[in-house]
């Protein structure tokens, strides 16, 4: 398993992840970057687009979904609570969502979600390898906005103390969806909204 870190357009350059299986299967998690960019990365691989995970429905987390979609002709995962097809939530159609605490396995990737509103209704994380694909639940140093459409404090209150309490070493890798990668113990020490809830 390899996994590529792709960044969205200016001016939110969104981070952006595929994995590619051993078997070339290829992941796309919160797919900003154009189609065509993706689907270079994938050729250069030889890999094929088998899954399109979100870890929300913001629009600058999924400019490339639906071209990828008709593409690959892959299913889309993502909370039905964020597939509004607004402005603000692009998407309309989720093909599945996850179960919290439930891997979905991808050949030798076995990817865990967890349900993580605050952000947005329908914000999940999930882990693989050592890596935790954060969307905007948690950054390094800080949280996602919680003052638009979707978002609560309160609920993200309570996902931030659930993260704490995942079985997650401290050395998990976290790939937030935007700014500087960090680790979990790291956030747990330094990260006021992760040390006080």
């Not at 399109?52 to 979609?69: K, M």
């Not at 991808?106 to 967890?114: G, L, N, Q, R, S």
């Not at 209150?157 to 790939?175: A, M, N």
């Amino acid at each position: 398993m390899n996994v590529y870190h792709l960044r969205g357009p200016a001016p939110y350059y969104t981070n952006s992840f595929v994995i590619v299986t051993d078997k070339g299967n290829a992941v796309a998690v919160d797919p900003a970057p154009a189609a065509d960019e993706i689907d270079r990365l994938l050729g250069e691989k030889n890999a094929k687009l088998t899954h399109i995970f979100l870890t929300h429905g913001h629009f600058d987390h999924v400019y490339s979904v639906e071209e990828l979609r008709r593409r690959w002709n892959c299913p889309v995962w993502l909370d039905p609570a964020d597939a509004k097809g607004n402005e603000l939530y692009p998407v309309a159609k989720s093909d599945a969502c996850y179960e919290d605490g439930t891997p979905i396995q991808v050949d030798e990737a076995e990817f865990t979600p967890w349900h993580t509103p605050g952000h947005t209704a329908g914000s999940w994380i999930i882990e693989c390898a050592g890596l935790l694909f954060a969307g905007d639940t948690l950054f390094a140093g800080g949280v996602g906005r919680t003052d638009l459409e979707g978002g609560s404090p309160a609920e993200q209150r309570v996902s931030l103390k659930k993260i704490k309490g995942l079985p997650l070493p401290d050395d998990t890798t976290v790939l937030p969806g935007h700014g500087d990668f960090t680790t979990l113990g790291q956030e747990k020490t330094e990260n006021p909204y992760l040390m006080f809830v």
